[in-house]
């Protein structure tokens, strides 16, 4: 079963920290380029970042530059993207997806295979 799960969601305040996870079981996760999207309310799923298969090339929206950190295990088959500094516009449902290619190379959906099932985070004081 081809699956990615996320998790570490949850309600912070403006200014603190969350580090969410994406765990993958049921296929050769080495290979692929793994990225975080997030959906906010009457939005549309936006990339947040990407990290490529070996972990050695990353990138960030412009909007969460300098505050996330993506960062992957794949020992462990996880992904993680550190949130600091969170603002209540971070406050989304975010997804982990695994790209179509080991490299990362924009935020079309449709460049990714398999997806999660979202976790919220909520940032509000």
């Known amino acids: 079963q081809l699956q990615l799960v996320e998790s570490g969601g949850g309600l912070v305040q403006p200014g603190g920290s969350l580090r969410l996870s994406c765990a993958a079981s049921?296929?050769?996760?080495?290979?692929?380029?793994i990225a975080w999207f997030r959906q906010a309310p009457g939005k549309e799923r936006e990339g947040v970042s990407c990290?490529?298969?070996?972990?050695?090339?990353?990138n960030y929206a412009d909007s969460v530059k300098g505050r996330f950190t993506i960062s992957r295990d794949n020992a462990k088959n996880t992904v993680y993207l550190q949130m600091n500094s969170l603002k209540p516009e971070d406050t989304a449902v975010y997804f982990c997806?695994?790209?179509?290619?080991?490299?990362?190379?924009?935020?079309?959906?449709?460049?990714?295979?398999?997806w999660g099932q979202g976790t919220q985070v909520t940032v509000s004081s």
């Open positions: 997806a695994s790209r179509r290619a080991s490299y990362c190379s924009g935020y079309t959906p449709s460049e990714y295979l398999y």
């Open positions: 049921g296929f050769t996760w080495d290979y692929y380029a």
């Open positions: 990290i490529s298969s070996t972990g050695g090339v990353t």
